[in-house]
């Protein structure tokens, strides 16, 4: 059986669809039904369950506000993954844990390599290279997967916003210096299934296919919907936020592809099968 966690997620939820579609046997979770920063409880419900494999997909993921409640966002991205890591390595049982380009400092214009340095700009990022440093120390049998820039049918994101904002405005500005690779959870969940399956322990970078700017997804989607909204190029220097985004988040897809396992589409590729379901039109 396979545990999943952050059920109600972008990422958890399509997991969960991935699973059934397989016949696989799976149980999602969110914090309702087990708060992870308890270590008693994941101990006991872990313990209880006995699965074999945990694909970790719950996660503090509010950039900015982890800048002002870092105990939190510490507590549930690093606390809450050592418990359940050394759950898991009690019982036995593999781990995947979901990662992000937040725990490289953005440099350059190439992409990074799974062993490159870690510098995290923000809390964020700092908790979830805490997680992987966690994994790494309670298990043999575990998987990092990092990702970026995720977009699915399930809760907000950059992809939402667009939509809702063109809907009232004539022309949105968007940051141009900021490079990455939008990933559809679909596709993400199918290659954590596959990987979840295959026993090849590791590290591995996972996002669709190609690089864009913010500025360059937010045209694609106006472009895709067929909307006359206007997108404005602006550097990150007049779009200050709280927490310090990575300039450079393109990910290398070499160890992925040296263990044998196929990239996701294209995220253009991508974005067209997100527009085209009923449940993407605000």
Not at 58 to 67: G, I, L, P, R, S
Not at 162 to 186: H, K
Not at 232 to 261: C, D, E, M, W
């Amino acid at each position: 059986m396979i545990l999943v966690t952050g059920k109600n997620g972008q990422l958890g939820s399509d997991v969960i669809s991935q699973l059934h579609s397989r016949n696989i046997d799976c149980l999602g979770i969110d914090v309702c039904e087990l708060d992870i920063t308890d270590s008693q409880a994941v101990r006991t419900f872990i313990e209880k369950i006995k699965p074999r494999c945990v694909i970790h997909c719950a996660a503090y993921t509010a950039v900015d506000k982890a800048e002002d409640e870092p105990e939190l966002c510490m507590s549930v991205n690093a606390d809450g993954t050592r418990y359940i890591a050394q759950a898991c390595r009690d019982i036995g049982a593999e781990m995947i844990y979901i990662s992000t380009d937040y725990v490289f400092s953005g440099d350059g214009n190439t992409p990074y390599e799974v062993d490159d340095p870690k510098d995290p700009l923000s809390m964020y990022g700092k908790s979830k290279l805490d997680g992987e440093l966690v994994m790494t120390e309670c298990l043999l049998n575990c998987y990092i997967v990092r990702t970026s820039w995720v977009f699915g049918l399930n809760g907000n994101n950059f992809v939402k916003t667009m939509l809702n904002l063109a809907n009232s405005r004539d022309e949105i500005s968007v940051v141009c210096d900021q490079i990455g690779s939008p990933t559809y959870t679909p596709d993400l969940a199918k290659l954590l299934c596959n990987i979840a399956l295959s026993g090849k322990y590791g590290v591995y970078h996972a996002t669709n296919e190609g690089f864009c700017s913010w500025a360059e997804f937010a045209e694609e989607i106006m472009r895709e919907r067929g909307s006359s909204c206007k997108i404005n190029h602006i550097p990150t220097s007049q779009y200050p936020t709280k927490a310090t985004r990575p300039h450079n988040s393109r990910l290398s897809k070499l160890s992925l592809v040296s263990a044998g396992f196929e990239r996701l589409p294209s995220w253009n590729d991508a974005l067209k099968r997100f527009l085209s379901a009923p449940e993407a039109n605000p």
